[in-house]
């Protein structure tokens, strides 16, 4: 019944996705069939949301500044840079992948790193020559000297001395969802069955939040590594996405489960 097809031998025919839902649906496996079916309805209809209000080109809009940035770090950085700018946009495309189909934990998985990428670029960007540490560290150092909580206290010591970073409550929710943790199956349930715009656009807040907060760095290293001759090519489409998705999670913040928004301040360190 099953035979495996060499694609390198056997050119496959782009299909429409829902010629190929009705395929899996005529072979009698219903519940993969309905599975898939109704990530398809809840990718269409999240799309949707995007399409008709300044997000979706705010989105389009990051992956334009990826691509510049990359070419930048190809010219002017040193090698690993542009993988670091490779891994960010990876994660950013992971975010908007599960907010698409309501993957609550794989996002939120992807949030953590680029909060972690964002903590590496700025301690790079305290002092360039990390790079080439972090780079050429072996494992047992690259774990002592650049886990979280490291990049973290190094960083909070110049700018909160005493204190942890104001983001570290943001990042310790999203860690939650990565593990079995009791209250998390609720979220991640309202989540995926909840396609009303308030959750759709606090979530592209939160990944356009996330990337505005990683191109920071990733620009200040682009002007220290080209002298000053890189600059950003940012424009307005970002800005009005990233405003109008900050106003639509103002006018539900009511909908939204508790602990959603962390208060961004800093805190004594545990």
């Given amino acids: 019944m099953f035979e495996v097809v060499d694609q390198q031998s056997e050119p496959v025919e782009e299909v429409a996705t829902s010629d190929l839902l009705a395929v899996v649906a005529g072979m009698g496996l ?3 069939s309905r599975h898939l079916e109704e990530r398809e309805q809840r990718r269409c209809t999240r799309l949707f949301h995007l399409m008709t209000s300044p997000a979706l080109p705010a989105i389009d809009e990051v992956l334009r500044l990826f691509d510049l940035s990359a070419e930048g ?3 002017y950085g040193p090698a690993a840079l542009p993988d670091l700018i490779h891994r960010g946009r990876r994660d950013f495309e992971d975010m908007l992948d599960g907010l698409l189909v309501g993957a609550h934990p794989p996002m939120a998985n992807a949030a953590r790193d680029v909060m972690e990428l964002e903590w590496l670029l700025r301690d790079i960007v305290r002092d360039p020559g990390q790079l080439e540490v972090w780079a050429n560290a072996d494992e047992k150092t690259r774990r002592r000297e650049f886990s979280p909580i490291a990049m973290r206290k190094r960083l909070a ?5 005493g204190l942890d970073l104001p983001e570290t409550p943001e990042y310790q929710v999203h860690s939650a969802s990565l593990h079995v ?5 609720e979220i991640d349930e309202r989540f995926e069955n909840d396609p009303g715009p308030g959750v759709v656009f606090f979530w592209v807040h939160e990944i356009l939040e996330h990337t505005r907060r990683l191109f920071v760095p990733m620009d200040q290293l682009l002007r220290i590594y080209s002298s000053g001759q890189w600059a950003s090519a940012a424009t307005d489409r ?3 996405g990233w405003a109008f998705c900050a106003q639509v999670v103002n006018d539900h913040k009511a909908e939204l489960p508790p602990g959603a928004l962390p208060e961004r301040v800093p805190r004594p360190r545990r």
């Fill in 30 to 32: 219903t519940r993969i």
């Fill in 73 to 75: 770090a190809k010219q």
């Fill in 157 to 161: 010591q110049v700018a909160h001395p």
């Fill in 181 to 185: 943790t009791p209250g998390r199956e």
């Fill in 238 to 240: 970002f800005r009005l």
